[in-house]
C-alpha cells in the first residue's frame, strides 16, 4: 500500500523521492521522528501561527478525491 501511495503523491505534483517509507524498525522510528519535528518546522513558516493535529482515515478507494479536495481547500484557503 505504501508504494501505491507513493505513487499517488507523485502523480499529483509530490517531488520524487519527497515520500519515505521503510520496513526496517531503527528507520521507520527515524521517518516518524523527522515528522513529529515537521509540525515545528511548519509552524516557524507562519510566525505566530497556531497549529491543529489531526488524523482521519480514508478508505483506500477515496483517498485521491480526499487528497484532490484538500489541496483545493489550502489553495483557496491560502493556506500555504
Same mark, same amino acid.
Given at each position: 500500500?505504501?508504494?501505491?501511495?507513493?505513487?499517488?503523491?507523485?502523480?499529483?505534483?509530490?517531488?520524487?523521492?519527497?515520500?519515505?517509507?521503510?520496513?526496517?524498525?531503527?528507520? $521507520?522510528?527515524?521517518?516518524?521522528?523527522?515528522?513529529?519535528? #515537521?509540525?515545528?518546522?511548519? *509552524? =516557524?513558516?507562519?510566525?505566530?501561527?497556531?497549529?491543529?493535529?489531526?488524523?482521519?482515515?480514508?478508505?483506500?478507494? $477515496?483517498?485521491?478525491?480526499?487528497?484532490?479536495?484538500?489541496? #483545493?481547500?489550502?489553495?483557496? *484557503? =491560502?493556506?500555504?
Amino acid at each position: 500500500q505504501a508504494e501505491a501511495v507513493r505513487d499517488l503523491a507523485n502523480d499529483f505534483g509530490a517531488q520524487e523521492g519527497a515520500f519515505e517509507f521503510s520496513r526496517d524498525e531503527a528507520e $521507520r522510528k527515524k521517518l516518524w521522528h523527522a515528522r513529529h519535528n #515537521a509540525y515545528y518546522g511548519i *509552524l =516557524g513558516l507562519m510566525p505566530g501561527s497556531k497549529g491543529l493535529v489531526t488524523d482521519v482515515c480514508v478508505p483506500i478507494s $477515496r483517498l485521491s478525491d480526499c487528497m484532490e479536495e484538500t489541496a #483545493a481547500d489550502v489553495e483557496e *484557503l =491560502g493556506i500555504i
